[in-house]
């Protein structure tokens, strides 16, 4: 759905106005995803065999101090390949594994090892309970996904996402995209039927073979940006001010603007073609991209 510059503008203004997040006291029964193990190809070796294993910070802290640090060396060596320009990023991603979330909430952790155990890639979550319209709702933040270079073509990314939204199920699930690969992986998960059961926005629909953008309709900004508050209190270490200029800097199509990646490369473009649908969006360099998958209702967007 296109909108004015004028009408975005209000529309956003409207659903932000007095808003106030009040959490109910209800806490959710929550699931956990189980460990798993996956058969990858990476590049042109054969088929081994990647372990994933499955926790909670709760859980990490209640380990003795030596299989803490270990851990947390083992992400730094991680996140230093995958976030190679980005000091400060790795510090704080890291950080994240040993703290606890926000109430009504869990913190889930993956881990993906290869068969001598070395990690090769991990993701981290924030699961709980959000509030709309006096409804309590199960909402995800998906906080990291970080992949080794040599490994980001054999299909874990995705296995990670498809795994968060078909075992855990949750009724909306927001994650930040700061580049054009990783926005076209989570949009593909529904657009190729890895996932089923959801909306996802952005995206390109075709119609009379032509291109048609699909974002947030206007009828959910208000719902996307109340219950994106919520979940991204974890994220933003219960920091107010940080939520705020989170929202601050969210525009109706729910891009975020001058988030600062520091790309040494252009995020949005590729071989020096530029991505058809960040220029739809409107997206520069310094942008990132909030994709929120809404759980469909009785065959339809709920």
Not at 7 to 21: A, D, E, H, I, M
Not at 183 to 209: A, C
Not at 256 to 285: C, Q, T
Request: hydrophobic fraction near 40%.
């Amino acid at each position: 759905m296109k909108f004015g510059e004028v009408t975005q503008r209000r529309l956003l203004k409207n659903c932000l106005k007095g808003k106030k997040v009040t959490q109910v006291p209800e806490k959710l029964n929550l699931k956990c995803i189980k460990d798993f193990e996956l058969n990858l190809s990476v590049a042109d070796a054969p088929a081994t065999t990647i372990r994933a294993e499955a926790m909670t910070t709760a859980d990490i802290l209640q380990w003795p101090d030596k299989a803490r640090e270990k851990l947390k060396s083992e992400l730094e060596e991680l996140l230093v390949r995958v976030f190679e320009d980005m000091p400060e990023e790795q510090k704080q991603f890291a950080a994240y594994y040993f703290k606890k979330p926000e109430k009504l909430f869990q913190r889930q952790v993956i881990l993906f090892r290869d068969h001598c155990g070395k990690l090769v890639a991990t993701t981290i979550l924030d699961q709980g309970s959000v509030q709309y319209n006096f409804r309590t709702l199960q909402g995800i933040h998906m906080m990291v996904r970080a992949v080794l270079p040599e490994y980001q073509s054999s299909g874990i990314g995705k296995t990670i996402a498809a795994k968060m939204l078909m075992e855990l199920q949750p009724d909306v699930l927001f994650t930040t995209c700061a580049q054009s690969s990783s926005l076209h992986s989570w949009i593909q998960l529904v657009q190729k039927g890895v996932v089923t059961g959801f909306e996802v926005y952005p995206r390109f629909e075709e119609n009379g073979g032509a291109k048609q953008l699909v974002t947030v309709p206007f009828t959910d900004i208000d719902f996307a940006v109340t219950t994106f508050k919520q979940v991204y209190i974890g994220f933003a270490d219960g920091q107010q001010d940080w939520i705020d200029n989170a929202i601050r800097n969210l525009t109706v199509l729910m891009t975020r603007k001058n988030i600062h990646m520091p790309y040494v490369f252009h995020p949005w473009e590729k071989n020096g073609r530029k991505d058809e649908l960040a220029a739809a969006l409107g997206i520069s360099r310094d942008d990132g991209m909030l994709v929120m998958f809404k759980k469909k209702t009785n065959g339809h967007n709920g």
